[in-house]
């Protein structure tokens, strides 16, 4: 599992959550960061395990300074995903002082798993953020679900989520969907920030698993923009119950949207199929 410092950069760039303007990409000596001792080798369907890892810097040293702060770009975000986009999980480990990170998860079926280590690291320069991936196949009967097409209301524990009009979403370009959230009682919800964010919207292209994150940032909520190229996109929350997600993916095709939000001390996901031209 390694990685060029360019294939780092670039990935900085086109997949990062916040990553700042584009570096300058110099080739140079090959640098990489690399996911190590990793365990365990093999995880079974339903079953809590802990995942365990760490993450070595260029120099072969572990990386134990994350980047802090009061926003979403921090630390580490451990996203899970089945290859069909079914099933999402999402976790912040907490490095520990010598750069491991623990975290206890369940998969929940069997299947092909995409693990996305979004790393924050508290480095100067131009690399803000960077992802370190490794797929895990969890043995066992595979659930395959075809990924079902667009629709604009998803409900998830009696909680309605519902994209307004018929979203028309470009590649490359900044877009934004106004939702409108629900409690079980018809009331609009309001949301509580969850690791730094109002809401956080994790995107994932069907086939390929590229990836991107955007975030519904509290008025006045320092560090949770996310940046791609040129572009800044930041979703608010305009009055209770509505969202505006920003949503900038680097190329055409489906993806699914899975949002995640607190409301009322719950964490909801509600996923979406969306159309990118
Ligand atoms: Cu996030």
């Known amino acids: ?55 070595d810097q260029p120099s072969g040293a572990p990386l ?18 089945r290859d069909d986009l079914a099933t999402i999980l999402h976790y912040h480990p907490k490095p520990e002082p010598d750069g491991m990170l623990r975290q206890r998860v369940t998969f929940p079926t069997p299947g092909v798993y995409k693990v996305i280590v979004d790393t ?12 370190l991936t490794r797929m895990m196949t969890v043995p066992g009967h595979v659930p395959h679900q075809a990924l079902p097409p667009f629709k604009p209301v998803v409900k998830v524990d009696g909680y309605r989520f519902a ?35 109002l809401a956080h919207a994790i ?9 991107f994150h955007t975030h519904v940032c509290a008025a006045g909520a320092s560090g949770c923009a996310s940046v791609f190229g040129g572009s800044r996109v930041v979703g608010r929350q305009t009055k209770p119950g509505v969202l505006r997600v920003g949503v900038l ?10 949002l995640q939000t607190r409301i009322d001390g719950h964490v ?10």
């Not at 960061?33 to 995942?51: E, F, H, I, Q």
């Open 64 to 81: 134990t300074r994350y980047r802090t702060g009061t926003g979403p770009h921090t630390g580490v975000h451990l996203i899970i995903v």
């Open 249 to 258: 993916l680097p190329v055409s095709g489906t993806w699914r949207l899975f």
């Open 203 to 211: 995107f994932f292209r069907e086939g390929t698993l590229d990836y």
């Open 120 to 131: 924050y690291p508290a480095l100067s320069g131009p690399l803000r953020n960077f992802q």
């Open 1 to 55: 599992m390694r990685f060029a410092a360019l294939a780092v950069l670039l990935a900085a760039v086109v997949a990062g959550c916040g990553s700042s303007a584009p570096p300058q990409i110099t080739v140079g000596a090959a640098r990489t960061y690399d996911l190590a001792a990793w365990s365990p080798a093999r995880v079974a369907a339903g079953k809590p395990t802990v995942l365990s890892f760490r993450i």
């Open 163 to 197: 994209i307004q009009g018929k979203p028309k979403l470009r590649a490359v370009q900044a877009n934004f969907l106004t939702l409108h959230v629900t409690r079980p009682d018809g009331s609009p919800a309001t949301f509580t920030p969850w690791f730094g964010a």
């Open 268 to 277: 909801l996901t509600a996923p979406f199929t969306l159309n990118v031209r």
